[in-house]
């Protein structure tokens, strides 16, 4: 993995002729034009704001998009976000892209999906494997205001997003594809299908292919748009359904080769879990954490940092860091070394899923009846409640990050634990906002690689980091409870090693299902550890919170909470560390600032 990451990235699809703009020329970084986003969709709060909570929570109501933010971020260029720079838009690194689409995700998260992210999941699969035709009329298409969406290939015992596929057979001229999906995200008002179709028989490799179906090459009496679908939660999204019927495409409508589309999902999947988790997921919970805040600054008692509150929002906010951490290090891992990700992008969006679904649930408690309340100040916690878990969902959820998770079981057994510096992942992943990155689609991989490579990288930084942390003992008693606790992960990490090696050694594989998704569940928590613990060593690169990332008490007391999920005997930290984080926390709550690794200004 070194290597890629040293060598950098190449452009991430070949140059060809740009697309002439529509929107605004949003000039700067990722975080420059997160900002700009930011300032625009204004204060949350602000009862006349027209993008404020009171309008996206009507619209929510209503089952509706909200009209008037959708025209802006139209005006702003969203989509030219989603277009890569060598096409016309401004598309370079996925953690830049993150970070513009969190002020979104912060407000509305059905909002980021719809108006937004979904256009990307379906023209990564164009950019990965299209050719020029393909990649040039899809940038043009977003770019000039039209809407892209995707419809994935059936999944066994899937939910009804997932239900449902289209089959294709040769014809003269192309092919001929049939099939009904009943929940697909803007099939009413897309111009363009990115599909998943059937080509062949059976559940192998070459059972699909991907097919551009652009609307304008299809004969209207072929394609029929279904009514929109009652979702419970993200109910300003547009679901409804698409049914081809005998519909014929023209052959150049293939993306890739023919058979290549189970290969095609595994390799932009990557890209999609790492956006849900470092956008929607990383942001919706941001939101949901300033509205216990809130509620607690309220209260009769008002901001008391002692007692269970505190200490449930110091938990939430170290989970929230810590799996920020975890996210980071996965998008800046797909700028850089792409080939690695396959893994790491699948622990990312298992991991990140779980742990901020159990936070919400402890943030509801906080907030007690506020948490029901429909109201524009706290009515968007019970949205993110119903909205959250729909986005977590993504591509089949928590069974689909398994799937490519267990197999990798194998390979962790047979790999060096001894973190030799040459095997650590290096520095430039956990520095959040660490430089211009540019994500290279073309090597996107669907096999995982070395075991001691990507993935692996950042439990070998595991080891690494708990061996310097060794050296800092002498800073005080937090520093030196933060490196017992390295060191009792860094033995987790050996006994893991060991688990898969008993595990893989039985003859009876198959039978081992159970034992092996709990040992996925102990990988994904070691891997977001691991984070912590790098982020806290490399914060004085390029944040703009190195006093709190740099500290020990936010790595403290995250590695306290990991340690009791995987069942490790670890002592409650040292006096002080709640009360201090609750601190921080309401310190940037005042002061207007996220509460992820960038602590960015809000509105």
């Not at 989603?82 to 096409?87: A, D, E, G, M, S």
């Not at 999906?113 to 379906?122: K, N």
């Not at 998943?196 to 072929?222: I, K, M, N, Q």
């Not at 390799?267 to 939101?287: C, E, I, N, P």
Request: proline fraction near 5%; glycine fraction near 10%.
């Amino acid at each position: 993995m070194n290597d890629s990451l040293t060598a950098g990235a190449d452009a991430s699809v070949a140059a060809g002729p740009p697309a002439a703009p529509r929107t605004l020329q949003v000039s700067g970084d990722g975080s420059a034009r997160a900002q700009y986003i930011e300032d625009l969709l204004g204060d949350p709060f602000a009862a006349d704001n027209p993008h404020g909570q009171r309008a996206l929570l009507a619209a929510d109501e209503r089952r509706e998009v909200p009209e008037a933010t959708e025209e802006l971020l139209d005006r702003f260029g969203l989509a030219a976000e989603f277009v890569p720079k060598t096409l016309g838009g401004r598309l370079t690194g996925v953690e830049g892209l993150a970070q513009v689409l969190r002020p979104v995700f912060r407000r509305d998260v059905a909002l980021g999906f719809g108006a937004g992210m979904t256009a990307l999941f379906a023209a990564s699969v164009v950019w990965t494997a299209g050719d020029e035709r393909q990649r040039r009329d899809t940038a043009l298409r977003l770019l000039d205001g039209g809407r892209t969406t995707i419809l994935h290939r059936e999944f066994a015992h899937a939910n009804a997003i997932l239900r449902g596929e289209y089959t294709a057979r040769p014809a003269p001229g192309g092919y001929v594809v049939d099939g009904r999906k009943d929940v697909v995200i803007n099939a009413d008002r897309a111009d363009a299908f990115v599909a998943y179709v059937r080509t062949a028989p059976g559940d192998g490799p070459d059972s699909h292919s991907v097919f551009l179906l652009e609307t304008g090459r299809l004969p209207a009496h072929a394609v029929h748009r279904l009514p929109r679908a009652r979702t419970h939660g993200m109910r300003g999204a547009h679901y409804a359904g698409l049914e081809l019927d005998q519909c014929p495409v023209p052959a150049d409508a293939l993306v890739g080769r023919l058979g290549e589309g189970v290969s095609l999902s595994l390799r932009t999947f990557q890209v999609s879990r790492a956006l849900v988790s470092g956008g929607a997921l990383v942001g919706g919970m941001d939101s949901a954490l300033r509205y216990a805040v809130r509620a607690v600054s309220e209260s009769r008692r008002g901001l008391v940092l002692r007692g269970r509150r505190g200490r449930v929002l110091a938990g939430v906010f170290a989970d929230l860091l810590a799996c920020d951490s975890l996210a980071v290090a996965g998008l800046r891992l797909l700028d850089m070394a792409p080939e690695h990700a396959l893994v790491p992008s699948a622990a990312v969006k298992y991991a990140v899923s779980a742990l901020l679904h159990e936070d919400l649930d402890e943030l509801a408690a906080v907030l007690g009846a506020r948490g029901y309340d429909r109201g524009p100040t706290y009515g968007g916690f019970q949205k993110l409640v119903r909205d959250l878990p729909v986005a977590g969902l993504g591509h089949a959820g928590t069974a689909d990050t398994q799937v490519v998770l267990v197999p990798h079981l194998r390979t962790l057994a047979q790999a060096t634990w001894r973190g030799e510096a040459g095997h650590e992942a290096p520095a430039a992943l956990f520095t959040p906002g660490g430089g211009d990155t540019t994500l290279d689609f073309r090597r996107l991989d669907a096999e995982p690689r070395d075991p001691q490579s990507g993935c692996d990288g950042l439990l070998a930084a595991l080891l690494g980091a708990a061996a310097r942390l060794d050296g800092k003992r002498e800073r005080g008693p937090r520093w030196a409870a933060l490196a017992d606790l390295a060191r009792a992960f860094a033995a987790e990490v050996h006994s893991l090693a060991e688990r898969c090696a008993t595990l893989t050694r039985r003859p009876a594989a198959g039978a081992l299902a159970p034992a092996a998704y709990v040992l996925v569940d102990r990988y994904c928590l070691l891997l977001a550890a691991a984070s912590c613990l790098a982020v806290c060593e490399n914060a004085a690169h390029g944040t703009s919170d190195r006093g709190l990332l740099a500290e020990p008490d936010w790595a403290l007391l995250a590695l306290t909470r990991f340690g009791r999920r995987l069942g490790l005997e670890v002592p409650d930290p040292p006096d002080g560390i709640t009360q201090d984080l609750a601190a921080q926390l309401v310190d940037r709550y005042r002061r207007g600032r996220s509460f992820d690794l960038y602590g960015m200004r809000l509105a």
